[in-house]
């Protein structure tokens, strides 16, 4: 299967967002359900245990954290940039919501957020309506492909989303793909 943007013809360029990334930098993208979000305990709770996952499979520490800025893993690793204390790049659909905007207030690592695409706007449009988030996944894993960083997936076996992600990664290149079951790891 081919990405959404190699489909739609739509050229994503990261670096036309002026972000603070310099060569030799190692991101990690961290994506998955919005399901996560009913997993037991805080987001920090679930970004430990996210930690705790990264760690056990031996990933190195990243310079930077990725993500689309969605509830759930979204949230999950916007509280992972914050625990490590690395700088956030957060490519989102239209305008942050409530809890991500607490969460940037709140921080004391450096945050980057880009709205990069809108889900108001003509439909076909690739960058808008539906095809809003799956131009932004193709824009993170461009972005970690081309810095030769890592992704990490919370996946529930059944998120449609995170299975896009997950094909962006493997399209663009990103070379390392952690996927995480949550809903079978503790069974």
């Not at 690793?77 to 809890?99: D, F, R, W």
Request: proline fraction near 5%; hydrophobic fraction near 35%.
């Amino acid at each position: 299967m081919s990405c959404y943007c190699s489909r739609q013809s739509v050229d994503v360029q990261p670096a036309n967002y002026e972000l603070p990334v310099e060569s030799g930098d190692s991101p990690l993208v961290i994506f998955g359900s919005r399901a996560y979000a009913s997993q037991p305990g805080s987001v920090r709770d679930r970004a430990e245990r996210v930690l705790g996952e990264l760690s056990s499979r031996g990933l190195d520490e990243p310079d930077y954290i990725v993500s689309g800025g969605a509830d759930g893993a979204d949230a999950v690793a916007e509280a992972v940039s914050m625990l490590l204390g690395v700088p956030m790049i957060l490519l989102s659909v239209g305008e942050p919501s409530e809890s991500t905007i607490f969460r940037r207030e709140t921080a004391d690592n450096q945050w980057v957020v880009k709205t990069v695409t809108t889900y108001g706007g003509p439909d076909k449009d690739p960058r808008s309506g539906g095809g809003a988030y799956l131009t932004r996944n193709c824009l993170m894993a461009e972005l970690v492909a081309n810095y030769g960083g890592a992704a990490f997936a919370t996946y529930d076996g059944e998120s449609a989303g995170t299975d896009h992600m997950l094909d962006s990664c493997h399209d663009h290149g990103v070379d390392t793909i952690e996927l995480w079951r949550y809903d079978v790891a503790d069974q």
